[in-house]
């Protein structure tokens, strides 16, 4: 059922119940290419990696992927309810109206000053990329149940750890700006250039990625050309061969 009622401007407008059923169950804008916000630490990482993954759909496995699933897993089974006196929900579904984003939190911490989100990472602290992805998840967080969200954290498995996050004015900044540019490249559909750098010996797609041919051009147009040069039978076997192999002498 829809219930009309009215906006602060006086104009009609949806309940809050029916953008949340909207939200569930219905695209997010007219136009818009959705986000999934665990995109935006691969863009974050590598938007060739990105781009492999939520473009051309590739995805391979390997000890740190299969790592993470585990980890996840673990959390998503975990016990919900009230942990030294602070509400936990595991596995929350995300999105936002406005940013145009869609996902999940590992876990959320309902505290006294805010809700506070927690994502779970396999191995140590690699940069800020999942800093990225954790702002969002705060975003999607403050459009939703209309409060502030200031901080939330990153637990590290390898270290067991928790690294604070304080989603600041440029953190914030930096997660507009990475969701725009994913949403860019998925619009065009185009794989960006490899950086054949130090991200790539980890990565598990570097056997679909050739970040090392790739990265070269000369060597790229050369093997492009062997790979799509027009096959030619005469020259390869002889006109014996080409007529359906005749009978050949002795
Ligand atoms: S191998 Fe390197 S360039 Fe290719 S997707 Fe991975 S990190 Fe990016």
């Given at each position: 059922m829809?219930?009309?009622?009215?906006?602060?401007?006086g104009?009609?407008?949806?309940?809050?119940?029916?953008?949340?059923?909207?939200?569930?169950?219905?695209?997010?804008?007219?136009?818009?290419?959705?986000?999934l916000?665990?995109?935006?630490?691969?863009?974050?990482?590598?938007?060739?990696?990105?781009?492999?993954?939520?473009?051309?759909?590739?995805?391979?496995?390997?000890?740190?992927?299969?790592r993470?699933?585990?980890?996840?897993?673990?959390?998503?089974?975990?016990?919900?309810?009230?942990?030294?006196?602070?509400?936990?929900a595991?596995g929350?579904?995300?999105?936002?109206?406005?940013?145009?984003?869609?996902?999940k939190?590992?876990?959320?911490?309902?505290?006294?000053?805010g809700?506070?989100?927690?994502?779970?990472?396999?191995g140590?602290?690699?940069?800020?990329h999942?800093?990225?992805?954790?702002?969002?998840?705060?975003?999607?967080?403050?459009?939703m149940?209309?409060?502030?969200v200031?901080?939330?954290?990153?637990?590290?498995?390898?270290?067991?750890?928790?690294?604070?996050?304080?989603?600041?004015d440029?953190?914030r900044?930096q997660?507009?700006?990475?969701i725009?540019?994913?949403?860019?490249?998925?619009?065009?559909?185009?794989?960006?250039?490899?950086?054949?750098?130090?991200?790539?010996?980890?990565?598990?797609?570097?056997?679909v990625?050739?970040?090392?041919?790739?990265?070269?051009?000369?060597?790229?147009?050369g093997?492009?050309?062997?790979?799509?040069?027009p096959?030619?039978?005469?020259?390869?076997?002889?006109?014996?061969e080409?007529d359906?192999?005749?009978?050949?002498?002795?």
């Amino acid at each position: 059922m829809t219930v009309e009622c009215e906006g602060e401007d006086g104009s009609e407008g949806k309940s809050g119940l029916d953008e949340v059923a909207e939200a569930l169950g219905a695209p997010i804008g007219e136009e818009q290419i959705e986000v999934l916000i665990s995109a935006i630490e691969h863009f974050s990482y590598c938007p060739r990696q990105c781009a492999l993954i939520h473009v051309e759909q590739v995805f391979e496995d390997n000890v740190f992927t299969v790592r993470g699933q585990l980890a996840h897993e673990r959390v998503d089974e975990g016990d919900e309810g009230v942990a030294q006196g602070v509400r936990v929900a595991r596995g929350i579904a995300l999105w936002s109206r406005r940013l145009g984003l869609f996902g999940k939190a590992d876990l959320v911490e309902f505290r006294p000053e805010g809700p506070y989100p927690v994502e779970y990472k396999v191995g140590r602290r690699h940069g800020p990329h999942a800093d990225l992805q954790l702002c969002a998840q705060a975003l999607c967080l403050e459009e939703m149940l209309g409060v502030i969200v200031p901080r939330g954290a990153i637990f590290y498995r390898g270290v067991r750890r928790r690294h604070e996050v304080a989603f600041d004015d440029e953190l914030r900044r930096q997660t507009r700006e990475a969701i725009e540019g994913l949403r860019a490249m998925l619009e065009m559909e185009r794989l960006p250039a490899a950086p054949n750098d130090a991200r790539c010996p980890n990565c598990s797609l570097g056997d679909v990625c050739l970040p090392a041919v790739v990265a070269e051009r000369a060597r790229l147009r050369g093997l492009q050309g062997a790979l799509f040069h027009p096959y030619d039978a005469q020259t390869a076997f002889g006109p014996d061969e080409e007529d359906g192999g005749g009978e050949r002498d002795a």
